[in-house]
C-alpha cells in the first residue's frame, strides 16, 4: 500500500487562502542560497575575524531585508484589490 501526497506531506489547512511563490521570492532566495555558499566557501579557505565579522554583517543586513520584503509581499497580498 502506497502513501499518497496528502498523507506524506499533510493537507493544507482550508481556512487558509491560497498563496502562490512569485518569482521574485525565489530569485531572492537562490541569490541567499548562492550568497552563503560562496560566504562559506570563502570563509573556510581565509577564516579571519575580519571576514567572519563581515559575514555576520551581511548576515543581519539580508536577514532584516527579507524580513522587509516578506511583510511588504504579505500586505500586498492581504489587500484588496
Known amino acids: 500500500m502506497s502513501a499518497t501526497h496528502g498523507e506524506i506531506l499533510g493537507d493544507p489547512d482550508p481556512h487558509l487562502p491560497h ?3 512569485s518569482w521574485f521570492e ?3 532566495d537562490l541569490v541567499i542560497v548562492a550568497a552563503v ?3 562559506a566557501h570563502t570563509f573556510a579557505h581565509d577564516p579571519t575575524w575580519a571576514l567572519g565579522v563581515w559575514i555576520a554583517a551581511w548576515t543581519l543586513i539580508m536577514f532584516a531585508l527579507l524580513m522587509g520584503v516578506g511583510r511588504l509581499l504579505a500586505r500586498r497580498r492581504t489587500s484588496p484589490r
Open 26 to 28: 525565489l530569485f531572492y
Open 19 to 21: 498563496q502562490r511563490v
Open 37 to 39: 555558499g560562496y560566504a
